[in-house]
């Protein structure tokens, strides 16, 4: 039994990035880096201070989540169900194109 599931929670290529734990692009790191040089280079520890409980708030944080109701389940389904009656379908072959395209360090 194949069972497809629509989320409309997320982009795909974000879920996929982030249950992987694939390593960020290039130009995010440098994001990253430049982020930490400015912060090395601080020296106000009222700053400092808020930057270190702003860090830990948002690591301590848990994701809200909620278990689907059975209505929701089924909806879900009846609406795979359109998308593939209708064509809304990709190949695994196109979905490995998109996926390539869109995460290119996947290659």
């Known amino acids: ?45 009222n700053l400092l201070s808020a930057i270190s409980d702003l860090l830990t708030k948002n690591s301590l944080r848990e994701p809200e989540l909620k278990p689907y109701t059975m209505d929701e389940i089924n909806q879900m389904i009846d609406e795979s169900l359109d998308d593939i009656r209708n064509g809304r379908v990709y190949t695994a072959e196109e979905f490995k194109k998109k996926m390539e395209e869109d995460i290119p360090w996947l290659k």
């Open 1 to 45: 039994m194949v069972l497809y599931l629509r989320c409309n929670c997320q982009p795909l290529t974000t879920m996929i990035a982030t249950s992987l734990k694939l390593e960020p692009s290039v130009p995010f790191l440098d994001f990253k880096t430049s982020i930490v040089e400015k912060i090395w280079r601080l020296d106000s520890l």
